[in-house]
C-alpha cells in the first residue's frame, strides 16, 4: 500500500459520493450503524484520522486495505473506535434508572437468595452505564434484609475494543459522573491523585467487559437477564432493524425481567411476550410471567 510522505501537512481530501457511498454501506452492514447524507463529514473526519495515522491519503486503497480478509479484519477493528459514537455518562437518563430501581426491588421479594441477579448494558461504550447499573443494584438490595440478599452480575457489552478497555479501567473525569448524587459520587467512587475518579473494586468485580457486535447477538450466550438495557444504540439503525433487535433481546429475558431503551427509541413496536410499562418518562417492557420462547 502506498503512503504519502508528509500527510500530516495535507489537506483532508473531500470524499465524493461514490467513495461515500461505499463506505456507508460497509459500515451499515458490518455495524448496523446508519450514517446519512447530514452525517458524511463525520464519517469522513473519523476515516480521516485513522488514514492520518497510517499515512494513507486516498479513501479507495484504505477500503481495500480494511476489506482485505485477516489483516483486514484487525485494521477494522481499529477503525471502529474510530466511527463509533460512544458519548455517554453516569445515570444518564435517571428516570430510566429509577424504573430499574423500582423493578429490582419487587423482583428481590420473591427472588431465591440463590439465583443472582442478572443484568445487560447493550452498547456500554466505556462503562457509566454499566456502572449506573451497579450502583442501583446495590442500592436496592441494600433495601432488602440481608440474609435476603441474592449476588448479583452485569454484562457490559460494545462492538469497540477502546471503549471496553475504558471500562475496565473504571476511570473517569469528573465531566463524565453526570446524574450521579453527591451521595452515590463519594460512595462508589474515589478521587484519586491524578484527578480522575476511580470506581471501587467492590464495584469493578461485578462487571464483566466483553466485546459483542449486536449484529452477532444470536452467538452470545447472554440469557435469562433480569434488566436489558439498550440506550442509545439503536437510534443509529434502520427502523426494521431496530424491532428485529429488539424482538431478539425480548427472548433473552428472564420471564419477569425489563427491558428498557430510551425513550422514543421506536414507536408502534410490540412483542407478544412483552408488556410496555404505564409510565411515560420511560421506554420499558416487562416480559410476561411465561416460561414460552416464541424461537
Ligand atoms: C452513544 S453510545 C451509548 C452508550 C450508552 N448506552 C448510553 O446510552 O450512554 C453507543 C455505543 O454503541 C456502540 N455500538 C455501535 N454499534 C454497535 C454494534 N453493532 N454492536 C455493539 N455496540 C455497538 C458504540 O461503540 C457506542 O459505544
Known amino acids: 500500500m502506498q503512503r504519502t ?21 460497509l459500515l451499515e452492514a458490518r455495524t448496523g450503524v446508519c450514517v446519512n447524507d447530514q452525517r458524511k463529514v463525520f464519517l469522513q473526519t473519523s476515516l480521516c484520522a485513522r488514514m492520518r495515522e497510517l499515512q494513507i491519503s486516498d479513501y479507495q486503497a484504505y477500503y481495500e486495505h480494511v476489506t482485505d480478509g485477516p489483516t483486514g479484519a484487525i485494521e477494522w477493528s481499529a477503525l471502529i473506535d474510530k466511527l463509533t459514537v460512544r458519548e ?5 437518563h435517571r428516570p430510566s434508572f429509577d424504573c430499574v430501581s423500582r423493578h429490582l426491588q419487587s423482583l428481590l421479594k420473591t427472588r431465591p437468595i440463590d439465583r443472582p441477579l442478572q443484568l445487560w448494558s447493550v452498547g456500554c461504550a466505556s462503562g457509566e452505564e ?25 454484562w457490559a457489552t460494545d462492538i469497540s475494543l477502546k471503549a471496553l478497555e475504558q471500562g475496565r479501567a473504571g476511570q473517569f473525569s469528573a465531566g463524565r459522573l453526570g446524574g450521579l448524587t453527591e451521595l452515590e459520587r463519594s460512595k462508589w467512587l474515589h478521587l484519586s491523585d491524578s484527578g480522575q475518579y476511580q470506581i471501587l473494586p467492590a464495584l469493578r468485580e461485578r462487571i464483566c467487559f466483553t ?56 414507536v408502534d413496536w410490540n412483542n407478544p411476550l412483552l408488556e410496555r410499562l404505564p409510565d411515560e418518562r420511560v421506554q420499558a417492557y416487562v416480559r410476561r410471567d411465561t416460561h414460552e420462547s416464541l424461537e
Open 211 to 266: 466485546r459483542l457486535n449486536i449484529l452477532e447477538l444470536a452467538q452470545a450466550p447472554i440469557r435469562d437477564l433480569d434488566i436489558i438495557f439498550c440506550q442509545n444504540l439503536l437510534i443509529y439503525f434502520r427502523r426494521w432493524r431496530r424491532r428485529d433487535l429488539l424482538n431478539l433481546l425480548a427472548k433473552r429475558l428472564a420471564p419477569g425481567g425489563m427491558l428498557v431503551i430510551g425513550l422514543g427509541e421506536i
Open 88 to 92: 455517554t455518562s453516569f445515570m444518564r
Open 5 to 25: 510522505p508528509n500527510w500530516s501537512l495535507q489537506q483532508l481530501p473531500e470524499m465524493d459520493s461514490q467513495q461515500f457511498h461505499q463506505w456507508q454501506s
Open 130 to 154: 454499566a456502572y449506573s447499573l451497579a450502583i442501583i443494584s446495590e442500592q436496592s438490595l441494600l433495601s432488602q434484609p440481608a440474609e435476603q440478599r441474592p449476588g448479583y452480575g452485569i
